[in-house]
């Protein structure tokens, strides 16, 4: 089981960034995917979550407006468009099957000027 994440980096406040989650080793569209992020001296915390057709999908309210996430079920991909990015968006961005709790290595995202 593979799950790699990327697209991460340096963005300027109000830029934007889109990460990628690409997996291998299990079947993805059966399962709900979600995307965590952890900052330094915090805990890791779900940002978005979205059912396994992408039909329905789950927002932290900080992020609520300016993510999206989305997915591919022939690519075996999830994606999180990130907008309007904010200093404390800054942190590890990582993909995760709940019911697996499979994870991926992570993407650092830091918003700084």
């Known amino acids: 089981v593979h799950l790699v994440e990327s697209g991460g980096g340096l963005v300027q406040p109000g830029g934007s960034l889109r990460l990628s989650c690409a997996t291998s080793?299990?079947?993805?569209?059966?399962?709900?995917i979600q995307w965590y992020r952890q900052s330094p001296g915090k805990g890791r915390e779900m940002v978005a979550s979205?059912?396994?057709?992408?039909?329905?999908?789950y927002y932290k309210d900080s992020v609520k407006g300016r993510f999206t996430i989305s997915r591919d079920n022939v690519k075996n991909t999830v994606y999180l468009q990130m907008n309007s990015l904010k200093p404390e968006d800054s942190a590890v961005y990582y993909c995760?099957?709940?019911?697996?709790?499979?994870w991926g290595q992570g993407t650092q995202v830091t918003v700084s000027s």
């Open positions: 995760h099957v709940p019911s697996r709790s499979y």
């Open positions: 080793g299990f079947t993805f569209g059966v399962y709900a």
């Open positions: 979205i059912n396994r057709v992408g039909a329905a999908t």
